[in-house]
């Protein structure tokens, strides 16, 4: 493993809580935390790092203070998945330019996922979804992407680039974004036509009202992810104060929902809380709702540890079915309850239970539909 060390900054614990310490049941306790040395990350499944990244924001100040907050109320959660090994690293020291900043990322982030970590990235401006991505772009490791965004950042005219940085990822070469999902956009905000132009490039555009009728259907959206950036505008803000664009969004338990199912995922190596202004905050409620969500995050991961892998075919229920003259084999898992639905080429894809009614009553689902346009 390459010395990650010279981009990191370590974190002042007893900053955090005011020298009170803590008690044996909370978060603090049970983690390992960049102190005074590197953690060992033997055995360590989820890797917590802090970015302080945020000029591609012009309304984020360039501070730790994001990161450090939504530490600060994570590290008094209760630790419950003694199954589940953690350790916070600290804060990607920013660079003389933006670019340096996401090179900095990226290498941190590589280092991560090469020991197959899940890397959990907090603080910084949505952008730094960039860098993110760059980590597997650069090893040509093809993924699927979803951002959680009350916005498409697609405006490749606005001067913002926490605005427009989507452009770069999704038409950049070399492109190494296999498929990409949006959930919880809010229609006043996107301009007809972006809608239009996803649609034929085969994207898949969730709207809040959509996410919030139809939540388990977000489940093998995230389930087939790989890399999730979460933007705190999806969040309305009555939940996350932090968030003064959005009256209406996403709750703070659908948005906890929504992390706890991407946390289930055996593909998703990395996610990122991106776009939390601590000065836009009200009595660091954002900060809570942040921490709980990555909470629920973490609940996913344990959980994700029980399901079987689909070789092992007598811890599913097989359904076989046809629709169209399409013959086709469900499979749903004894352990989660979770579906699974086989394409024409024999690989099985998440899916939900509407998907297999819909087959049962020779329908065709139109995630089965969409999967096969892109095929």
Not at 83 to 88: C, G, K, M, P, Y
Not at 90 to 113: C, M, P, R, W
């Amino acid at each position: 493993m390459q010395d990650i060390t010279d981009f990191l900054a370590p974190i002042n614990v007893h900053e955090l809580n005011n020298d009170e310490g803590y008690t044996d049941g909370q978060f603090a306790k049970h983690i390992s935390i960049y102190e005074n040395e590197l953690p060992g990350l033997d055995g360590i499944d989820i890797v917590i790092v802090g970015l302080i990244e945020s000029r591609g924001d012009s309304f984020l100040r360039q501070t730790s203070e994001a990161a450090n907050m939504i530490r600060k109320e994570l590290y008094q959660l209760n630790y419950w998945h003694l199954d589940t090994r953690i350790a916070d690293i600290g804060n990607i020291k920013t660079g003389a330019s933006i670019k340096d900043s996401y090179a900095a990322t990226k290498t941190v982030l590589d280092e991560l996922l090469k020991l197959n970590k899940t890397v959990v990235l907090i603080g910084g401006s949505h952008d730094n979804t960039l860098a993110q991505y760059y980590a597997y772009r650069d090893n040509n490791q093809q993924v699927e992407v979803t951002c959680v965004d009350a916005m498409i950042d697609l405006r490749g005219e606005s001067p913002i680039r926490s605005e427009s940085f989507l452009m770069e990822m999704l038409t950049g070469e070399p492109n190494m974004v296999k498929h990409y999902n949006h959930i919880a956009f809010q229609s006043y905000f996107v301009h007809p036509r972006m809608l239009e132009t996803m649609d034929k490039l085969r994207f898949d555009c969730y709207r809040v009202g959509t996410v919030t009728e139809h939540i388990e259907e977000m489940e093998p959206i995230l389930r087939n992810t790989n890399m999730l950036s979460f933007d705190i505008s999806a969040i309305k803000y009555s939940d996350a104060p932090a968030n003064k664009n959005c009256p209406n969004g996403l709750t703070g338990i659908e948005a906890c929902i929504l992390t706890r199912y991407a946390g289930m995922s055996q593909q998703l190596s990395s996610i990122g809380f991106y776009g939390y202004d601590p000065n836009k905050d009200v009595d660091e409620l954002t900060a809570r709702q942040i921490s709980q969500m990555l909470w629920y995050f973490i609940d996913g991961k344990s959980r994700s540890k029980q399901e079987a892998l689909l070789e092992e075919r007598s811890n599913f229920n097989e359904y076989h079915t046809a629709f169209a003259e399409v013959d086709t084999v469900f499979l749903q898992s004894k352990k989660t309850s979770r579906w699974w639905m086989q394409m024409p080429d024999k690989k099985f894809i998440a899916c939900s239970y509407t998907d297999y009614v819909k087959a049962s009553n020779n329908e065709i689902p139109e995630r089965w539909l969409r999967v096969q346009e892109r095929n």
